[in-house]
């Protein structure tokens, strides 16, 4: 991990430079949703930098979206975290030097 003057972070960010950025980010609302789609959801990570995608993961959390019960959209998402453990898309690294 390497740090960078903000200006050299947003070039390198934006020209695919780095495998993963992150400029900011902040939960809206306490929902699982808005703390995996953002992030996980193949058509809405490209601002990570991360290029995640996975076509189970999307078709789950599009489920999720839409359950009305809980503990149907807890099921939902205990299956993403399993993927998740197996496909270990991003996680975090050593302290920066």
Avoid at 46 to 56: D, I, L, R
Wanted: charge should be negative; glycine fraction near 4%; include cysteine.
């Amino acid at each position: 991990m390497k740090t960078a003057e903000w200006a050299t972070y947003v070039d390198n960010a934006r020209n695919g430079r780095m495998m993963l950025s992150l400029f900011g980010w902040y939960p809206d609302y306490i929902d699982p949703d808005d703390y995996t789609t953002p992030f996980l959801m193949s058509t809405a990570n490209k601002w990570t930098g991360s290029h995640y995608a996975n076509q189970t993961v999307d078709d789950l959390l599009k489920q999720a979206e839409v359950k009305v019960s809980q503990s149907e959209r807890e099921a939902i998402y205990i299956q993403v975290q399993r993927i998740l453990a197996e496909d270990a898309p991003s996680y975090p690294c050593c302290k920066a030097t």
